[in-house]
């Protein structure tokens, strides 16, 4: 089992930048890819990004690329999502998920997930 906790999530204008945590624990061995996602209310849950633990692949959808970034503490076991020129749009709850494996566009194919944090960008 991989334990996924996120923080760092809240209200911001325009414009603003937020950075999320999201810190592993467990059987992280067992986790080869950290992705995230977001979900707004009515819509789909949202690919937004993946890296691996052990190289540094790192994968964006369109959507993001070039506004977020996501880093990696390895000692820390904690991945973060560095959110810059947030829009209204980007407003959601973020989750972080963990699988075993190379993929990582599809959410179905994520083992573990986060309880979410809620972000909210005001216009």
């Known amino acids: 089992q991989v334990q996924l906790v996120e923080s760092g999530g809240g209200l911001v204008q325009a414009g603003g930048s937020l950075r999320l945590s999201c810190v592993a624990s467990g059987r992280t061995s067992s986790s080869d890819t950290m992705g995230w996602f977001r979900q707004a209310p009515g819509k789909e849950r949202e690919f937004l990004g993946a890296?691996?633990?052990?190289?540094?692949?790192?994968y964006y959808s369109a959507s993001v690329k070039g506004r977020f970034t996501i880093h990696r503490d390895n000692a820390k076991n904690t991945v973060y999502l560095q959110m810059n020129s947030l829009i209204p749009e980007d407003t959601a709850t973020y989750y972080c998920a963990a699988k075993s494996g190379n993929s990582y566009m599809n959410p179905l194919m994520y083992d573990y997930w986060g309880q979410g944090t809620q972000v909210t960008v005001s216009s």
């Open positions: 890296r691996y633990w052990s190289s540094d692949s790192i």
